[in-house]
């Protein structure tokens, strides 16, 4: 009886975890798809998919897309911040001014995408036109402030400018993605959108 029992109880593992397989199969491609056609007609497609692909974990709305994609350019615009005060004062003078003028452009940048994030977890029926209006507005003027920071570079030469340049197109690309993504969140209402 007991060799019965033990068949029993390791086909009952075996089923067991080969049902929990395909749970977290599906799962993972149901993320997989909201993200993919989240993302298709973004600024940047395949920035998009890229950046929220290994970013999501759990997406199970369009809301918590948008959430990581604010959460991606957050995190872009601090690294864009901790090299920036590592360039130190710059060689020139103007190298210097377009340093301190991006140094409180991104940082403001931060501030704007952070209170985006916030509005966004915390959105309710009764005010989402409302909070929508905020977060679409903040992550304009994230955007605005990163070209703001491109704008001070164009009269500087160098491999600073470059790089700097390089790095704050990435921030703002992922910045307008997440535009999209909010923008997207406010046109359909029926999405399931708001906190219980």
Known sequence: MAPHFSLFF?????????????AASASAKKTDDLVRSSCVHA????????????????????R???????KVSICRARKVSGYLAGL???????????????VDQ???SVDELSDTLSELKHLRRGT???QMSNAETWVSAALTNEETCLDGYREVDG??????????????RVTSNALYLINRLHQDRRMPVFHP
């Open 10 to 22: 390791l086909l009952f593992l075996s089923l067991s975890s080969q049902l929990q397989y395909a």
């Open 43 to 62: 600024s940047y497609p395949n920035i998009c998919l890229r950046t929220l692909s290994s970013y999501v974990g759990p997406a199970k709305t369009p």
């Open 64 to 70: 918590d897309v948008a959430q990581a994609a604010v």
């Open 88 to 102: 130190g004062s710059g060689s020139s003078k103007r190298e210097r001014a377009a340093l301190v003028d991006c």
């Open 106 to 108: 991104i940082a403001d």
């Open 128 to 130: 989402f036109r409302w």
């Open 159 to 172: 491999k600073v400018r470059s790089d700097v340049k390089r790095k704050i197109r990435n921030v703002a």
